[in-house]
């Protein structure tokens, strides 16, 4: 038996132009698979990567991280959702803009009651990434209350929940962004300086913040333009986690730079590394739930689009015209 679906899909890399609403038939879902009717879909940077083929995927192919919905039918061998389920994931195959899809169970979770769809479509990617970024990807000793850290795009999806989680660790963070009203809403919620990176050298910024000391961790999702400065802002034995090119593909590294700025550490993490697992999965989307349940993280949804006006929010994430979580409606 099969259900019907309307579907982005594109057949070649290149611009929002590729993106097309498509007709398909779902079937059943088979071992370790759910079918899922969504409500809501997210919208993410990654999305364009993958759409201008920077990441590149098998053609045609079908876009979209992340997710929340209803759970239709379930495969062989799932036992923690049920038919009836509310649930929600951020994972890989990409596929979530659609009406339906089968999908692997692994990373799905059900979503609780007090989160709502449009939440959790926002919510889930963004938010297991500042879960990992904040509490798994720190600097030598770690990071305790009252330490510095750097956020670029502190105004974008993942930098408005970094803002509230970083908050609610006691942290001091310095988040960048493109104008003065994007600084204003990061400080809003819970920046405790914000730096107008079209208007201010952020490297001198942060050094006048921190009394010269620099950060101990900063987290960059921008890449080409930011990356080498980041490296400037690191206090000695400092971090720097680049996880996002929106702006470029960080060039190649003399390794010996991280030794002249006082023996820094870089690394490049993935999301879909740290959800391998069923387990880990749920241990990350436990704290993420917590944290938002709790109030100590408001899920921003500064906008949204119906599934077939994607291209124009391709074009808006691009231009950097939004602000938060972005949702697509199906």
Partial sequence: M???SRAIRIQAYGGPEQLELVHTEVGEPGPGEIRIRHHAVGLNYIDVYQRTGLYGNPLPLALGMEGAGVVEAVGEGVSHLQVGDRAAYASQPPGSYCER????????????????FDEGAAMMLKGLTTQYLLRQTQPQGGLKAGDFILFHAAAGG???????WAKAMGLQMI????SDDKCALARELGASHTINYRSEDFV???KEITGGQGVKAVYDSVGADTFMKSL???QPFGLLATYGNASGKVPPL????????????VTRPTLFTHIATRERTQAMADDLFAMVTSGQ??????QRYKLEDVAQAHRDLEARKTTGCTILTV
């Fill in 175 to 178: 988040g960048t962004a493109g």
């Fill in 158 to 164: 993942v930098g408005l929940i970094a803002c509230q």
């Fill in 204 to 206: 001198a910024r942060v």
């Fill in 232 to 234: 400037d802002c690191l």
């Fill in 297 to 302: 993280v408001k899920i921003r949804i500064d």
């Fill in 254 to 265: 003399d390794i010996g730079v991280l030794a002249a700025k006082g023996s820094l550490y």
């Fill in 2 to 4: 099969t259900h019907p």
């Fill in 101 to 116: 899809r089968v999908m692997p169970a692994k990373c799905v979770c059900k979503l609780p009651d007090a989160i709502s």
